[in-house]
């Protein structure tokens, strides 16, 4: 993606480009979720997920990471890592900002770039804020970051708000309430999450389970306090509840979903008297980031809310810690950009596509086969070009099917996945079909939000519909996914409801892949039926 984006002047683009040639920087973040962000040797802007190139979900770069070892890494992980960075970097850095590392993972650095000026800052929620901010289309805005912790120099906060404007992101409210870890907490007592992955991912499980339960009258006092007063304490809980929450695993069936039901109804109610605490008096366009703005459910209400008031709700495609290091970066060069969809990893092992032409059947990329394929069960995965950035594969790191099939929800979860039941998958139509197959549907683009699916296509699009009829839409248009964009309108010339199911293709507790040795090892090992890649249709 490139750096400079729409709508400014031709003598301002090319200062910025003056200035990014006379100060290249790198900002690199330690934290879970680890990060990378820097000008490559194609002058784009990249910005690298840790995780992808050691395998391992949520990922800590920084040394401390190995005291968790849900997320910790190896010695040869970093140093795999920095030396892809150096590789591909476009000049050696004039400077580069560390956020969250520990003194050996500088020294680390210091021997890839032993010229560059070293500078560390802790900037969570200010990063947040010009990770979001810096990529929206708005001059003015107002900036909610919530997340499940984070420190702003020295200062620890869990949700702070800002404003943004042509003279930089200031701060003008912290809020002491940790919503991101109370609410992934929730999930703790609730058998049907499994808890064997890191605990970084049960937020996202809790948030797919509440919609088969439902909110619980008597239980939304007690866990409003357990959000407000309680410091997500799972002890009190239990006690203002009057039955036990705090034993891993002691809930199931209907109360368990009842649980993620309330909790979600909190949330909302909670986070939208935030927004109309600081957004009322002096309304602007919003933006919401942080960890809590992958709550699409959410997102999709604040949204509505926004609109009704005559503005626009902005959701950047890397809300979460992923997106540290690329807010650290447009922190520090101020300058709008195009936001960074595709910019992370590139195919990391492209020259062994050779190696498996043996084994399996190649046959030259095409639409039609493709719809073929999809349209008589089939499961397909993409694996092109450079991976997306962020939680959320939009096309590049994606695996698809069609969604009329009833069982191809549980198909997916079982069979490819190898995740829980409960788990909604997402659909993908055209920008300007939206609204026929969605109510109160917007652009979509990064998959931020969850209109309900309309009643008379619920059936034919069976598995993205989800237990509340929500669905986490991605819409498309031809200029921001080719691939996509033609299946879509060649669904519709064969008579299929044009629009795919789309999830990331990976499988439980790994990070998206971007390499063709594990991809061809999903095709071998699970029920997924092809590959596309940038120039073949691969069967089994």
Sequence with gaps: MKILGKGINPRIKNKYKFFLKSMN?????GGHDSSCTFINKDETLSVLEYERICKKRYAAFSKD?????????????????????AKNISKEPDVIWCNALESEDIELLKTFWPNSEYKCEVIHHLSHAACGYYQSEFNEALIISADGGGTDEGVSTTTKIFTGDSGGIKSVHCIGIDFGAAYGKIGYPISEISKKSCNLAIAGKVMGLCAYGKVVEDWIDPIQNYYLI???????????????????????????????????????????????????????????TG????????NQKLKDYVQSKGYKLYVPPNPNDCGLSLGQYLYHTAQKIKPVVYGNFDILDKEKIENYKQNYNFLPISIEKIVDLISNGKIGAIIQGKSEV?????????????????????????KVKFREWFRP????????????????????????????????????????????????????????HKLFYEILTAMKKVGKVPVILNTSFNIKGKPILTTYEDAFHVLKETELDFLITENFIVEK
């Design 25 to 29: 920087i790198l900002t690199i973040y």
């Design 390 to 414: 962020g939680p959320r594969s939009l096309g590049n790191r994606s695996i698809i099917c069609d969604p009329s099939f009833s069982d191809m929800k549980d198909v997916l979860n079982a």
């Design 291 to 298: 960890g809590c703005a992958l709550n699409v459910l959410f």
């Design 425 to 480: 998958f997402a659909p993908v139509c055209k920008l300007e079909d939206k609204d026929i197959y969605f109510e109160d549907a917007c652009e979509s683009e990064y998959m931020s939000f969850a209109p309900i699916v309309r009643e008379e296509y619920r059936e034919k699009l069976i598995s993205i519909t989800h237990a509340d009829n929500t669905s986490r839409l991605q819409t498309v248009t031809i200029k921001q």
């Design 65 to 85: 990471g190995e005291k968790r070892i849900d997320i910790g890494t190896t010695d040869q992980q970093r140093l795999e890592f920095v030396t892809y960075v």
């Design 230 to 288: 309680d410091q997500h304490s799972l002890p009190k809980l239990s006690e203002r509840l009057g039955f036990d929450v705090n034993t891993h695993d002691c809930l199931s069936g209907q109360k368990g979903y009842d649980l993620a039901a309330t909790s979600q109804y909190v949330f909302e109610k909670l986070m939208l008297s935030i927004v109309k605490e600081h957004f009322d008096p002096n309304p602007k366009n919003l933006i919401f």
